[in-house]
């Protein structure tokens, strides 16, 4: 008699029921949660109070703005939150036990990535409807954007992500994590045209700024929000899509590469 085969889940299905894990413990964290999801909104409520003003015709400083806060807002849910919580996770052993489980090494990573396409989708539906509702941010209506936003926001979220998962190996320990990640994704802020009209920065901030991805999905959020004419203001007098494609996929891959040849499951000290 032929006993009956045995079912192995795959790496795919294990990463899906990971990420379900992963969404309640990040919904569970009330304080990240709320701080993820409410400073780029509160942003959005201090500069759109302050600056009303028009930055070119028909284009307000707070439609701008708004572009650039969901890119914002796809690297806090990505690179921000993951370099902090992965850093704590090593700290406290949860990597290490996950690691102890026959659990394949892919379905943890995947878990990540779902629970970051689920957040940065959340932050953003909120930001378009806070921006849309109380600030005038006109929505598109052509279907061909809706695509662009879909390919610019899953680039960059994916981009973020291995970068987050390369970046938790930095911080010596849980305590430090938030010093040593908050910063660095403030001052890409300030140098990638999200607090400041790009092409109004220094020309060495410009050069900088450029290198990193955080610049080229804000740009790409801003040729899906703003009008066509728009482009005329930014450098180069385009939206670049082609080089934003370019850059946010080189970064994957660079984050990829980095996550596979840095990311530790203990430790250092751990041996």
Same mark, same amino acid.
């Given at each position: 008699?032929?006993?009956?085969?045995?079912?192995?889940?795959?790496?795919?299905?294990?990463?899906v029921?990971?990420?379900?894990?992963?969404?309640?413990?990040?919904?569970?964290?009330?304080?990240?949660?709320?701080?993820?999801?409410?400073?780029?909104?509160?942003?959005?409520?201090?500069?759109g109070s302050?600056?009303?003003?028009?930055?070119?015709?028909?284009?307000?400083?707070?439609?701008?703005?708004?572009?650039?806060?969901?890119?914002?807002?796809?690297?806090?849910?990505s690179?921000?939150?993951?370099?902090?919580?992965?850093?704590?996770?090593?700290e406290?052993?949860?990597l290490?036990?996950?690691?102890?489980?026959?659990?394949?090494?892919?379905a943890?990573?995947?878990?990540?990535?779902?629970?970051?396409l689920?957040?940065?989708?959340?932050?953003?539906?909120?930001?378009?409807?806070?921006?849309?509702?109380?600030?005038?941010?006109? /929505?598109?209506?052509?279907?061909e +954007?809706?695509?662009?936003?879909a390919? &610019? !926001? *899953?680039?960059?979220?994916? @981009?973020?992500?291995v970068?987050?998962?390369?970046?938790?190996?930095?911080p010596?320990s849980?305590?430090?994590?938030?010093?040593?990640?908050?910063p660095v994704?403030?001052?890409?802020?300030?140098?990638?045209?999200?607090?400041?009209?790009?092409?109004?920065l220094?020309?060495?901030?410009?050069?900088?700024?450029? /290198?990193?991805?955080?610049?080229? +999905?804000a740009?790409?959020?801003?040729? &899906? !929000? *703003?009008?066509?004419?728009? @482009?005329?203001?930014?450098?180069?007098?385009?939206?670049?899509?082609?080089?934003t494609?370019l850059?946010?996929?080189?970064?994957?891959?660079?984050?990829?590469?980095l996550c596979?040849?840095?990311?530790?499951?203990?430790?250092?000290?751990?041996g």
């Amino acid at each position: 008699m032929t006993s009956p085969a045995i079912h192995t889940p795959s790496a795919l299905g294990l990463g899906v029921a990971r990420a379900q894990i992963e969404l309640k413990q990040f919904f569970r964290e009330r304080s990240s949660v709320i701080f993820n999801f409410s400073f780029p909104v509160i942003m959005l409520f201090i500069f759109g109070s302050v600056f009303d003003g028009d930055i070119a015709p028909g284009v307000s400083f707070t439609q701008y703005f708004t572009a650039g806060m969901i890119a914002s807002g796809v690297f806090m849910s990505s690179f921000q939150e993951l370099a902090i919580t992965i850093a704590i996770e090593r700290e406290d052993g949860t990597l290490k036990r996950l690691r102890g489980n026959p659990m394949p090494p892919a379905a943890y990573f995947l878990g990540k990535i779902g629970m970051v396409l689920v957040a940065s989708v959340a932050q953003a539906a909120i930001l378009l409807g806070v921006g849309a509702a109380l600030f005038g941010l006109d /929505l598109p209506s052509e279907p061909e +954007l809706w695509l662009r936003f879909a390919w &610019i !926001f *899953l680039l960059g979220t994916v @981009a973020g992500t291995v970068l987050g998962i390369a970046y938790s190996s930095l911080p010596r320990s849980a305590k430090s994590a938030g010093a040593v990640v908050s910063p660095v994704l403030i001052v890409l802020m300030f140098i990638s045209g999200v607090y400041f009209v790009y092409s109004e920065l220094p020309s060495w901030m410009q050069t900088v700024g450029a /290198l990193f991805p955080l610049k080229w +999905l804000a740009g790409g959020m801003r040729s &899906i !929000f *703003l009008p066509e004419s728009f @482009a005329a203001e930014e450098v180069g007098d385009s939206w670049q899509l082609p080089e934003t494609a370019l850059v946010l996929g080189l970064w994957a891959v660079v984050g990829l590469v980095l996550c596979l040849r840095t990311f530790r499951w203990m430790r250092r000290d751990a041996g």
